[in-house]
């Protein structure tokens, strides 16, 4: 029986699927062996299915090699939905279907399914059950859509902030923080039987290239990897974590090749020293970081199995990929019982999931049955949370005698949010709007208005959640802002300079609806009387700002990464009444003295 084949070791991490009855193991047995070779090989394979128009394609791979399973892109829920109908009806073994879900089906199917908060905006709340209870019902939404395996959490610490890829899709730098709200993501997950697939592994925080374009370098030695890369993943294999994903990496101190077709770090470091027996999944196999180094489709599919990986996702030249596994076999490099191996595993975790019965999921209320009303609130309570007050030099919360008071908009016109709630209150509010593209002139006008004004909140927006440009905050002529540059996140040179004139202002708010790295590009706000900081833009978080402002909730959230000297991680504000007797030194901090992106790795 294949099921001899794997062997319990009592130092080795199990995941809840192998919580395995007698009928179980004799269900996988019997599948795996009507399978003939190149079926049990095509098992190991994640195809995608990009768009409706993909549809087709998709089909003849199902039919012809008998795939494992599909990853989903960008589309609608009802394609989706129909799609997975149909190819149930021509799969001879039950497909998993799979969905890069980080922070929801909103990541993939925006118009039909809700986005919940980056990992970066829960990296700064305290209560990790929150993210346990977005787990859960990011689950049930995306089994609503068919998707039994779901390409998160992200546990890679972002510890440096040039990085284009994982960035705010991190939790961030304290790898206990990380760790800690990982694991409730796992359990969130797979406590309705979707599994969780922890990544990157070892770590693609410490970079400053994006791997869907070259190979990133992780230069670190070994006690370094071990204490911080791998102190997330070690938790969530302990936790249970279902699976791990191989990140495209170059990590010298272990091995030249890339880290997801390396036996020395998959096999030895991941399944044997981290004691990880779940699936582990490479990132996409036809990202540039593993095209670039192999002329013939399907030699990495093969060396990725070799290697240790129990699946190989997003792939789609199956016959190629077949020929090599066959070859490697030949050679020696990888036996039929490592792929009996692999396919037990997946076939266990198909089991797990219920798929040995797949339901066929209706396009019926389709919109209504995505977004619950608990999931509304959910949403609001992680804003609530997560919203950090970075700065503070007391004037907080306004009152109906606080004065005139004016509110700022700065790259939008309708967050009518933190407005609405001051005049709910009987406060005198005056709203203003200034073009993420406006003149010097159009600044400078602005400013002039503001000065009679007795508190101003400027709501910074308008940003991209990554960094796009290549040229960053310490690129900046002599240290100061220029006209010619273009700024990181899309920022422009209008806001810069109204940031810096607002420094006149005698009580002077920002709030900050965007990435925490682009405050990076605002030498001189430490210089206000404070920053509240949302992380990113949506009505939950402008509206958890409102409710700040106003005494409604105390400023509840922290730091999660560091962005340069001004601000490390953990910084926050708690209490609105007694602002930390020591001030915000007034001091002039320099860009140059942050450190350069190195243009030899972009």
Known sequence: MVISTITFAQEKHYPSFFNASVED?????????????????????????????????VEDLVKKYNVGGVIFF????????????????????????????????????????????????????????????MGVQMAEQLKRVGVSVSYGPVVDLNNNPLNPVINYRSFGENKEKVAAKAIQYVHGLQSQKVLAVGKHFPG??????????????IPHDIPRLDSMELYPFKKIIEAGVGGVMTAHLSVPVWDEQP?????????????????????????????????????????????????????????????????????????????????????????????????????????????????????????????????????????????????????????SKNYSELTSMMQSKGMEVTSFFLSKRASQQEVTALIKKLKNFDTVISQLSG?????????????LENGKASPTLKYPYKITYAQIKYMEQANQLPHHFTVVLGNAYVLRSFQGIEKQNGILLAYQNSK????????????????????????????????????????????VERVSISTLSIPKLNKSDV
């Open 463 to 475: 940003f991209y959640m990554t960094q796009g440009a290549k040229d960053i905050a310490v690129e």
């Open 540 to 583: 939950a978080l402008r509206n958890a700002v409102g409710k700040i402002m106003i005494g409604e909730i105390p400023p509840k959230g922290s730091l999660p990464v560091t962005i340069d000297r001004r601000y490390k991680e953990g910084t926050s504000y708690k209490s609105l009444e007694n602002p930390n007797t020591k001030k």
């Open 74 to 133: 960008k589309g609608r829920a009802a394609t989706q939905v129909n799609a997975i109908n149909k190819l149930n009806k021509v799969a001879k073994t039950p497909l998993v279907y799979t969905l890069d879900a980080e922070w929801g089906l909103g990541m993939r199917l925006p118009k039909d399914g809700i986005s919940y908060p980056y990992a970066m905006t829960l990296g700064a709340i305290e209560d990790d059950h929150l993210i346990f209870e």
């Open 259 to 411: 880290s997801s077709l390396s036996p020395k770090i998959i096999t030895e470091v991941l399944r044997d020293s981290l004691a990880f027996n779940g699936l582990i999944f490479t990132d996409g196999i036809l990202m540039d970081a593993i095209t670039k180094r192999f002329q013939m489709y399907g030699k990495a599919d093969a060396k990725a199995l070799v290697a240790g990986n129990d699946v190989v996702e997003f792939t789609n030249h199956i016959g190629d990929a077949i020929d090599a596994v066959k070859e490697e076999i030949d050679n020696g490099n990888i036996t039929w019982e490592d792929i009996d191996q692999k396919g037990w595993r997946m076939l266990l975790m198909k089991k797990w999931a219920g798929l040995d019965r797949p339901v066929s999921p209706s396009a019926d209320n389709l919109y209504e049955d995505l977004h619950p009303l608990k999931a509304k609130h959910l949403i609001q309570n992680i804003a609530d949370e997560a919203v950090t007050l970075l700065q503070y030099e007391g004037g907080l919360p306004l009152s109906k005698g606080s004065g005139r008071i004016a509110v700022v908009n700065i790259g």
């Open 25 to 57: 193991l004799h269900w996988v047995d019997s599948v795996w062996n009507s399978l003939d070779e190149e079926e049990k090989i095509a098992q190991l394979f994640i195809v995608p299915h990009y768009t409706s128009n993909s549809y087709s394609e």
């Open 204 to 217: 693609h925080g410490d970079t400053s290239v994006d791997s869907h374009k070259d190979l990133p370098v």
